[in-house]
């Protein structure tokens, strides 16, 4: 009786630090103001430690415990998400006013002028 109160005291041991520290999958999908996906937006957890990015219909899959997700594309507000129970996300991001209204392109180099 003795061995067996040890051994299920080592297998609780043992399994409880995979349970405290178990990853869920989260999945959603980034779209616009008019409902249109966002291809290649950025989606990580806060801390830059986890992330990935949408696919072309705006769909993204992750690995991830609780946090913040933070979701950003260039010419959009970035997005925080707290993340609880919801596995499955659909994240709506807004335009950003402030873009840029031109780019300069700068490049360095050297070439010789053919006959």
């Known amino acids: 009786m ?10 609780v041991l043992s399994v409880a630090p995979t349970l405290l520290y178990a990853q869920g999958k989260i999945s959603g999908q980034v779209l616009n103001m008019a409902n249109e996906p966002i291809a290649g937006a950025t989606v990580i957890m806060e801390g830059g430690a986890k992330g990935t990015s949408t696919d072309k219909s705006g769909k993204f899959e992750l690995n991830a415990a609780k946090g913040v997700l933070m979701v950003s594309f260039i010419g959009y507000k970035t997005y925080r998400v707290p993340l609880n129970e919801t596995t499955n996300l659909i994240i709506r991001l807004e335009k950003d006013d ?4 031109d780019v300069v392109v700068v490049g360095y180099g050297t070439q010789k002028k053919r006959p």
């Open 98 to 101: 402030r873009v840029l209204e």
């Open 2 to 11: 003795n061995n067996l109160k040890i051994v299920s005291l080592y297998t």
